[in-house]
């Protein structure tokens, strides 16, 4: 089957800088793609979402990118702040499986 | 707070044991889900409701079972409990039943099989 994947399972940026999480797929009819974050010994949040007739949305902070071409996405985080550290997932309507992660860590 | 709430936050029981976690989604929302998340795991969806139906199942076991009520509740029993069963359990629930839709999670069931 297809599947949700992550290129990087972590991450370490200092504060301040920008943040870039991946995000893969392979499931070519998949039109609508979530990010979520996890904080450490709390549900999964949604951060922002994105339509494949989309290739960029912005959020406060956040910006999606989407390149259906090589089925890729991406969340970029601007000027990372300590609270950003989370586990960050990506989700795809046509797959209920949400991939391991990517794990942020922010140094400050 | 997603206003999803589960209880109870954490449950330690022997293998072998039956325990049953509750989960009571948003208001308004129809759609309950269920995942499991083992230590720095993914979350690993298990299976979803729509106003008392089931209507998707991912790789949930045989011993585990779960059901949504009337009053859109939902319930997670999981039975013969293994060690192997000690993980994070999520609920979470959205609006619609279609998978356009953003969910919303709570706060999660920390089992604990010894």
């Known amino acids: 089957g297809e599947s949700v994947g992550l290129h990087l399972p972590t991450l370490s940026v200092q504060e301040g800088d920008n943040s870039i999480i991946n995000c893969a797929y392979s499931n070519s009819a998949s039109d609508y793609f979530i990010w979520y974050k996890q904080e450490s010994g709390k549900g999964p949040q949604f951060i922002i979402d994105i339509r494949s007739n989309m290739d960029k949305r912005q959020g406060q902070r956040v910006t999606v990118l989407l390149n259906k071409t090589v089925k890729h996405l991406s969340l970029q985080i601007a000027a990372t702040q300590p609270g950003d550290s989370a586990v960050y997932f990506c989700a795809e309507n046509n797959d209920m499986r949400f991939g391991a992660g990517t794990r942020l860590t922010v140094k400050p | 707070d997603s206003g999803v709430t589960q209880t109870p936050k954490h ?42 139906e089931e209507r998707a199942k991912g790789n949930i076991l045989e011993r585990f079972s779960a059901q949504q009520f009337p009053d859109l509740h939902s319930e997670l029993n999981l039975s013969s409990l293994e060690l192997g069963d000690s993980a994070l359990y999520f609920c979470a629930s959205s609006v619609g039943s279609g998978a356009k839709n953003i969910q919303y999670f709570g706060a999660g069931t920390r089992l604990s099989v010894l």
């Open chain 2, 11 to 52: 449950l330690i029981t022997a293998t072998g044991q039956r325990v049953t976690l509750r989960c009571s989604p948003r208001s308004g929302d129809l759609s309950v889900y269920w995942y499991q998340q083992s230590l720095d795991q993914g979350l690993q969806f298990l299976i979803q409701y729509y106003n008392g």
